[in-house]
């Protein structure tokens, strides 16, 4: 196990982000983000042991974040699957400043599409994922992911257009 | 870029990883085990911990210095009994030596006479 005071911080603080990350993109709530995260922490503590490199560490994240994420998805009501707390979003980022406004956006398109799109969107997007990877770790067929890619593709240019257009009737 | 490069492209830049919120790393460092907070009764033990270390400092530096005293006196006892037993062995000796003398003396008067 690692020590208590010394690694494991480092690792908790190098891995936080793409941890945090992945459950707020997947659940789209902070409050249920953050204590996914902590738990995939504590079960990553509990696994030390079979851990056997960085690259392994990084798989290992990504892969028990997305299930432990999409576990908290399933326990949740079902009308707050698909755009999540829109509170959440809007509180996040001032919508005058740019890149906040596209960071925003782009998670608002992402939180509407259906869980499992948006897992794999996730993983191709934010984690640089090739399609096959994502197979890999999801266990799903290659074919299943291009295909989620390209509707969610497909449905998120939509809505970005939709927006657009409204943002452009009020402006 | 066509389209769907282009929203490729936004998609990586909106998506970069966000920042946790504030103090994430330390309430997870305290959630693991063997650093959860102190429970009360704890904290009573950790007041009381010192005088409890000096009272048990206290019993073993007693024990110790009983031991010690015990174990003098048995080496003063056996150095004594050893002792009497020298003495008591020379007297044996120095009565047969006497002895032995004596009647040495009795038999080389004897073939005198």
């Known amino acids: ?171 | 870029m066509d389209e769907r490069e282009d929203l490729e492209h936004l998609l990586r830049q909106g998506l970069r990883p966000r920042q946790t919120p504030a103090g994430f790393a330390a309430r997870v460092m305290a959630r693991l085990p063997g650093t959860s907070p102190v429970p009360s009764f704890q904290k009573k033990r950790t007041f009381w911990m010192p005088m409890t270390r000096w009272a048990m400092a206290t019993v073993l530096l007693g024990v110790a210095g009983g031991a010690y005293w015990q174990h003098e006196q048995n080496e003063r006892i056996a150095g004594e009994r050893a002792r009497n037993q020298l003495i008591l062995a020379l007297r044996m000796s120095a009565a047969t030596l006497n002895d032995v003398q004596h009647k040495l003396l009795k038999s080389t008067s004897g073939d005198s006479e």
């Open chain 1, 1 to 171: 196990m690692p020590g208590i005071t010394g690694e494991f911080c480092e690792i908790v603080e190098a891995h936080q982000s793409r941890v945090y990350s992945i459950a707020y993109r997947v659940l789209g709530d902070r409050g249920t983000a953050e204590e996914v995260a902590q738990d995939v922490f504590l079960e990553l503590y509990r696994a030390w042991d079979s851990i056997a490199s960085d690259e392994h560490l990084i798989a290992w994240l990504r892969r028990v974040t997305v299930h432990r994420a999409t576990d908290a998805l399933r326990r949740r009501p079902r009308t707050l699957h698909g755009a999540a707390r829109f509170e959440d979003w809007m509180s996040e980022a001032p919508r005058e400043e740019g890149s906040l406004l596209l960071a925003s956006e782009i998670e608002r398109l992402l939180l509407a599409l259906p869980p499992a799109q948006r897992v794999v969107v996730l993983l191709r997007y934010q984690e640089d994922l090739l399609p096959g990877e994502i197979a890999e770790m999801l266990q799903m067929p290659l074919a299943t992911v291009k295909s989620h890619l390209q509707r969610a593709l497909k449905l998120m240019r939509a809505r970005a257009e939709d927006t657009l257009k409204e943002y452009t009737r009020h402006g």
